[in-house]
């Protein structure tokens, strides 16, 4: 629900948009090579892997949980930092990887010290575009 909002915002204000709904890798690094000017990731950011640290927990349409570790997202998200002016990171607890996106070259980077309520995210986001 929130992500089909946030994506009808998004179109009605001219943004171009490119929804992924399964975020594997190759998922989003197909997305970086058009270079967008504006990435939104809907995730569960505050997801601690054991054995590989910190990951980014994405639901499908299908309600399957995927992860991804959040040194994968910063190193393809590398790959558009000279067209992307901003990414926002609506999860909870995002700081880390914000820092980590941000030192990789990321203009702008909006996420979260603490958690936060996925209305509450979205609200955020919708007025801050």
Do not use: Y
Not at 34 to 50: A, F
């Amino acid at each position: 629900v929130e992500a089909s909002a946030l994506v009808a915002t998004l179109l009605h204000a001219g943004w171009g948009v490119k929804r992924l709904t399964n975020c594997k890798p190759e998922h989003l690094f197909a997305a970086c090579a058009s270079q967008p000017e504006l990435l939104v990731v809907l995730g569960h950011t505050d997801i601690s892997d054991l054995m590989s640290g910190p990951t980014v927990g994405f639901t499908d349409l299908n309600g399957a949980f995927h992860l991804v570790e959040s040194a994968a997202i910063t190193e393809i998200v590398k790959s558009c930092t000279d067209s992307l002016e901003l990414l926002m990171l609506a999860g909870c607890k995002s700081e880390v990887l914000g820092a980590s996106l941000a030192l990789a070259g990321v203009k702008q980077v909006q996420c979260w010290q603490t958690l936060v309520h996925d209305r509450a995210a979205l609200l955020f986001d919708l007025a801050f575009l």
